[in-house]
């Protein structure tokens, strides 16, 4: 199959209408109405760096470069509009690779509402994606920058963090998750359960685009995706909006045994704050907003919306751990 | 210096406004205010697949992925927008090289008025570059797809072309191009200032943005940028317009010196209507709009406009050249 064959396969399988979209796939470029405002975000997942074919399938790498994209117009408020993706093919991929690594994409997708409408694709050395997704709004104000968080904020969580850096050490641990071994004396039904959830975390993450709209509409004032880690996303937040944050560690949210997958392996669980990939939304709103927004989220997404910390006068991000220690976002490992 | 700081030092040369832009580089995602209709195209460089390190400086390759992107702008008849960039970056880069590849596309972004407003940066085993470019017109109207050429039409090229693919033999040649001794017998000043010319259309195209609005208001009835070759584009217009061309190869304007570099290379001079990546533009016009549109892009561009051929009723592309001998698309050498 040549390369132009490739492409026509692929352009049968791209969208060629959205609500914004006049021209789909197969000219020199889309055509798009956009209406009000439009939020651009660029990605990029590369092999070896941001995954590896060994632990993931090709359908979940597709998923996950979108959804990486994704979450950046999540963490906008913006609703999901159009996706534009990039594909360097390794020789030993194949068509079919190719293929199903677009499977993938149009599966998330179609469960945002987001129309894969147009796409590149060239010979590499290495696997790589990369993705431009494109959120629209009614105008600017209704979008959420990371600038903006208050003194008196609160500071919220959506959903539990660590999962992904949890699923990561599974997935890269001395044996691998097929094999529950490694777990030891939890590798119980319970256990085994909580770990797929874990390495789902890592490999098939979703953005919060449902939650960042809410977000939005319940009046928060500054928001970021967590992609680096709640220590290093939190200090962007914290250095845009020019503010210092406080965070509790025992309030916020860890997935459902990531703390044992730490344990286990002889780390502190504590790490998991600087573990990064979760893709929660960190969010600061006035505490007044605090339930309206709560109820919204859960409304939104199933999830929660839990409050961590708060914003105050200053500058840097400062986490509390239980028995008096602080941790100062530099001191934790980045994990991915 | 870390990935962040790296990333700051970008952040201050991307540019910060531009007549659509609310909020440039920095947050989770651009935002843009386009008004009327919106033109969106990505396209990817790989290194070892569409340029060298050998051959082509950092700036050079910059330009020439930023320069590739436009021209699909520039075959709808777009006005330029807003650009993104992705780059892989191998570890022999280094952060001054990152910055190079950087100030070509800057450069190249002021002198067509685009905006290089976003990007992303990742560690790859290889360098490629990704770039989204986003245009704008009043309506969807206003722009020129591949289809919609009717026969009747004339058939319309700008500038000349061969350059590209005579500048890629010279640079692959068994000489590199520093050096002229291979030129053999027309290695005179006019032939080193000729094949300078030819290097630069391989390493510095220039997209036809100029052109390609005034040949969208002229009445083009379709149009494309040559990228894979003229025989090939002139194919994908064919299919898209459910029409038929004829070429004439004589009337095909070749860049100076490139027919030269064929025959002392011991080449047929026609492969060069095979060549790719010239990106000047073919378009179908109603004949008795092409002095209006010749006169037009003249003073857009200072570029000629010349007829090449015709349009009609069938399907696929006869290349005529002299003697009565004809051409297929498929009978030339992808040389690019």
Redesign the interface.
């Known amino acids: 199959m040549g390369e132009f064959e490739l492409l026509a396969r692929i352009r049968e399988r791209l969208a060629a209408d959205g609500p914004h979209i006049?021209?789909g796939s197969?000219?020199?470029?889309?055509?798009?109405?956009?209406g009000?405002?439009?939020?651009?975000?660029?990605?990029?997942?590369?092999?070896?760096?941001?995954f590896r074919r060994e632990t993931a399938s090709l359908r979940q790498i597709g998923r996950k470069a979108l959804a990486t994209a994704l979450s950046?117009?999540a963490?906008?408020g913006?609703e999901p509009g159009?996706a534009?993706?990039?594909l360097?093919v390794p020789a030993d991929l194949g068509e079919e690779g190719c293929l199903e690594l677009l499977n993938g994409m149009i599966e998330l997708a179609r469960e945002t509402g987001t129309s894969l409408t147009?796409?590149?694709?060239?010979?590499?050395?290495?696997l790589?994606l990369?993705i431009?997704v494109?959120?629209h709004a009614a105008?600017?104000e209704a979008?959420v920058?990371?600038?903006g968080a208050r003194p008196g904020d609160a500071l919220v969580l959506t959903g539990e963090i660590g999962g992904a850096a949890a699923g990561l050490y599974a997935l890269s641990g001395p044996n691998p998750p097929a094999d529950f071994a490694f777990m030891g004396p939890i590798a119980t039904i319970k256990a085994k359960s909580a770990l797929e959830g874990l390495v789902g975390r890592q490999l098939e993450p979703r953005p919060r685009l449902g939650s960042g709209q809410a977000l939005a509409r319940a009046g928060a004032t500054a928001?970021?995706?967590l992609s680096d880690g709640l220590g290093a996303d939190a200090g962007h937040l914290a250095e845009?909006s020019e503010v210092a944050l406080r965070i509790e560690a025992k309030a916020v949210p860890l997935a459902p045994g990531s703390a044992e997958v730490m344990r286990t392996s002889g780390r502190d669980p504590w790490q998991l704050l600087g573990g990064g990939e979760d893709y929660e939304l960190l969010a600061a709103l006035p505490p007044e907003r605090l339930e309206a927004a709560a109820e919204a989220v859960r409304q939104a997404e199933g999830t929660t919306l839990t409050k961590i910390g708060e914003v105050l006068a200053g500058s840097g991000v400062e986490i509390r751990l239980p028995g008096g220690r602080f941790l100062e976002p530099e001191g934790f490992d980045q994990l991915a």
């Open positions: 006049r021209l197969g000219d020199d470029a889309t055509i798009t109405v956009p009000g405002t439009t939020v651009t975000s660029v990605d990029a997942l590369v092999e070896g760096v941001h950046d117009l963490a906008m913006a159009e534009y993706t990039v360097g147009g796409g590149d694709l060239s010979r590499a050395g290495e790589f990369a431009t494109v959120g105008d600017p979008l920058t990371r600038a928001m970021i995706d845009s």
